[in-house]
Nanobody, 126 residues
Framework: VQLVESGGGLVQPGDSLRLSCTYS????????IGWFRQAPEKEREGVSC????????TVANSAKGRFSISRDNAKNTVYLHMSMLRPEDTATYYC????????????????????WGQGIQVTVSS
């Protein structure tokens, strides 16, 4: 299983950014895939998730109204669309997938993740 993130960088408060996660190496009938993030000296937290079977999505309360998730099946890619970015969104963002899984109501796949991406840095600063 391979998850490759892209699209991170340095942006200013209020800007938008789109992260991509291209996945490969598996053929599970269903899976949940999404994003976690971890800021320095803070615990990792779920951000958003999408379920492969029906496209159901979840978004963490801290990101509701600003972030959304989508999936391009033809490209095996999941996107995290981030808008109205805040300094507190600064973190390393990780793509994660759970085989035969569902999404947590708080963002991210539910339970023990099957595979992680390498992480990508998002910095929101003026």
């Amino acid at each position: 299983v391979q998850l490759v993130e892209s699209g991170g960088g340095l942006v200013q408060p209020g800007d938008s950014l789109r992260l991509s996660c291209t996945y490969s190496g598996f053929s599970w009938g269903s899976f949940a895939i999404g994003w976690f993030r971890q800021a320095p000296e803070k615990e990792r937290e779920g951000v958003s998730c999408i379920r492969s079977t029906d496209g159901q999505t979840t978004v963490a309360n801290s990101a509701k109204g600003r972030f959304s998730i989508s999936r391009d099946n033809a490209k095996n890619t999941v996107y995290l669309h981030m808008s109205m970015l805040r300094p507190e969104d600064t973190a390393t963002y990780y793509c994660a997938v759970k085989a035969w899984g569902s999404c947590s109501a708080y963002g991210g796949p539910l339970g023990t993740v099957t595979a992680w991406g390498q992480g990508i840095q998002v910095t929101v600063s003026s």
